[in-house]
């Protein structure tokens, strides 16, 4: 799954979708699609990351308390 990095506006491509999901894991580990090379797989922050349409991560992914608090 190929996902943008706000900060850097690059995609990456996600290694672990079961970490990515998991509400309790505030970083999931990816390759930076730069180049034509393979990048080696690093840790990113998922609040920097973002659908590549623009949209954000759902909330169920990234807060573990989504269910208790009314938005």
């Known amino acids: 799954m190929l996902l943008k990095n706000k900060t850097t506006d690059s995609l990456v491509e996600i290694n672990d979708i079961a970490q990515l999901v998991n509400p309790v894991a505030e970083r999931v580990r990816a390759q930076n699609q730069a180049g ?28 573990a308390d989504y269910r208790l608090s009314v938005s």
């Not at 659908?51 to 909330?59: D, K, N, Q, V, Y």
């Open 36 to 63: 034509e090379e393979e990048q080696n797989p690093e840790m990113f922050a998922k609040a920097d990351l973002i659908f590549p349409s623009g949209e954000a991560l759902p909330r169920c992914w990234t807060d």
